[in-house]
């Protein structure tokens, strides 16, 4: 099936927004998604590079600003 590979990108960044984090030195989030999708989002600047042992990964400010927005616009309710 073909499907259109950046509404998905932009889903799975907003899904990253709800398991984002603060930590001493940077934003994080679980990286339990698509390798391809991953992969997609550090190409277009949203988070660094996925590969690697850690289970997380490291969101820019970019890709936070961007998450943050698609996550109120895909799933906020209406004042």
């Known amino acids: 099936m073909e499907y259109d590979k950046d509404k998905v990108d932009e889903a799975t960044l907003a899904l990253l927004y ?14 339990s998604f698509d390798w391809d999708t991953m992969d997609r989002l550090c190409e277009k600047g949203w988070i660094h590079d996925p590969k690697g042992k850690a289970k997380s990964v490291v969101v820019t400010d970019e890709g936070f600003e961007k998450a943050k927005e698609l996550f109120e616009n895909l799933f906020g309710k209406p004042e």
């Open 18 to 31: 709800l398991v984002m984090w603060k930590d001493e030195v940077c934003l994080r989030a679980w990286k």
